[in-house]
């Protein structure tokens, strides 16, 4: 492994400095020259010294914090810490049937993700809704966030004037002092494969870095898409991209948090489709956490994504397999966790539900077999002795309700008819929907404070 990710790295730095990125910003071309970075029209050359030396400015790990100080989030080191689907236009109903995301779909599923336990951040593009107006949707989502969430805060990027809007919020929401000192936030901030950063991207780099909004750096080239076929090259691709963008960073801020986000996947020659439940897609995120301790960085790969066109076998099987690598790998920070369908185009109520069955199952496992005195239950094994039975033991009834790891949709239980099992995977579903919603509270907002983001929105003509 450790071969094949040198090979990687020394593939990247020659693209890096033979072929180049082009950059979609005057300012930060500017910026980057002064700092001995070669630049012909908009491409910029790096030299890996310059790349190894940005990265060495890069923080090991740091925290982000959120209103309700539970939910402050270490990333890096290892711990892991979830984010749930991201991006998506389309919700698909338990019937397949696909329909456009709506502004109570977003709502809906900041209140799933802050009622579960499994997530300390909340926001960004849960869905992204097709009712309100595109000029200002990121004000509008920004406010729910506010509004209905107090756990860390998922940022949306975009122009330069929307992500200062989404800052100039949550300033009246923490205070600048206050936020500036410290992460409130992360933002996703996209390369455009191959080989460019775009103007969002990097405005909204600029403006993260301007309020010490820490970043997840990340590029997503497509196999025989957007990237080369080949695995080892698309890898090289995004690599450079990514080590382009947390250079830039550096130079831009020294120190500032970046996440390595790289997030390549593989496509379906035969229809064009992105594939991201394919075992091409897990072997790269594989190498893209592989990749981030090469170079030190704290890493954001793999999820709960599925190709599936609804909640179905072929979802279980592609959502356990990434999950399971994703945890393998040692990802430190996992969007697309919950909720993901039809290759990262809509979201599902049931799948999310599904995942965090998932999510449990695996923590469980990553959490191993404790060894305490307790645990090995010598004490019991003597009290039972030959050919006895554990069952009515103490030993047993003391911890039969905490040490096993239990079903919250599915079924091992003794059923009556058979075919009722299918059935009731259904109900499970919808009832532990319910129960989440039921177990959400509204988190307390200071009346003045939510005057004020009111009185931001109104003058800026924005209809909640």
């Known amino acids: ?13 020659r693209i890096l400095g033979e072929i180049g990125v082009n950059l979609y910003s005057d300012s930060v071309i500017e910026k980057i020259k002064k700092h001995g970075i070669k630049v012909e029209g908009k491409t910029a050359f790096f030299t890996e010294k310059q790349i190894m030396d940005a990265v060495a400015k890069v923080p090991k790990s740091f925290d982000v914090k959120a209103r309700n100080p539970k939910h402050d989030m270490h990333i890096g080191d290892n711990d892991v810490e979830y984010c749930p689907g ?18 109570d779909d977003y709502v809906k599923f900041l209140k799933l993700i802050e009622a579960s ?5 909340n926001g960004g593009l849960a ?21 209905y969430s107090n756990k860390c805060i998922m940022s949306i990027p975009g122009p330069r004037k929307s992500v200062q809007e989404l800052m100039d919020m949550m300033t009246i929401v923490f205070g600048e002092e206050e936020l500036k000192k410290e992460g409130k936030s992360l933002t996703l901030i996209s390369t455009v ?20 909004q820490p970043m997840i750096i990340t590029p997503g080239p497509i196999s025989g898409g957007t990237g080369p ?19 830039i960073s550096q130079i831009l801020k020294e120190g500032t948090p970046v996440i390595y986000g790289l997030l390549p996947t593989t496509s379906n020659i035969r229809n064009g489709c992105i594939s991201i439940g394919s075992p091409g897609f897990t072997l790269q995120s594989k190498y893209s956490a592989e990749l981030a301790r090469f ?3 704290p890493n954001r790969s793999g999820g709960t994504q599925s190709d599936a066109k609804g909640v179905s076998v072929q979802s279980g099987y592609e959502a356990m397999m ?70 009515s033991n103490s030993h047993t009834f003391e911890r039969c309700r905490t040490v096993p790891w239990f079903h919250s949709i599915g079924s091992n239980d003794i059923l009556p008819d058979n075919r009722m099992y299918v059935e009731g995977l259904g109900s499970n579903m919808e009832k532990e929907i319910g129960k989440l919603i039921d177990s959400y509270r509204k988190p307390e907002m200071d009346s003045i404070v939510k005057k004020q983001l009111d009185e931001y929105l109104s003058v800026r003509n924005v209809i909640r």
């Open 1 to 13: 492994m450790e071969s094949t990710v040198r090979k990687i790295h020394d593939n990247t730095i």
């Open 86 to 103: 991201y991006g998506c236009t389309n919700i698909i109903e338990p019937d397949g049937t696909l329909r456009e995301a709506l502004r």
């Open 117 to 121: 336990d499994v997530f300390n951040i």
């Open 127 to 147: 869905v992204q809704p097709c009712d309100i107006n595109a000029d200002n949707s990121h004000m509008i989502m920004m406010s729910d966030i506010l509004e």
């Open 193 to 212: 494969s191959p080989l460019v950063i775009d103007e969002h991207a990097l405005d909204s780099m600029e403006v993260c870095i301007e309020y010490n």
């Open 229 to 247: 076929i080949t695995l080892a090259a698309n890898l090289s691709l995004g690599n450079a991209e990514a080590l382009a963008a947390i250079c």
């Open 295 to 297: 170079y030190g960085l």
């Open 322 to 391: 990434n999950m399971f690598s994703t945890r393998l790998n040692g990802a430190n920070f996992v969007i697309h966790s919950a909720g993901i369908l039809d290759s990262f185009g809509a979201m599902s109520y049931e799948k999310f539900i599904c995942d965090l069955e998932i999510i449990s199952m695996v923590d469980y496992y990553f959490k191993d077999v404790p060894v305490t005195e307790d645990d090995l239950a010598f004490g019991a094994i003597k009290e039972v002795g030959h050919g006895g039975q554990f069952l």
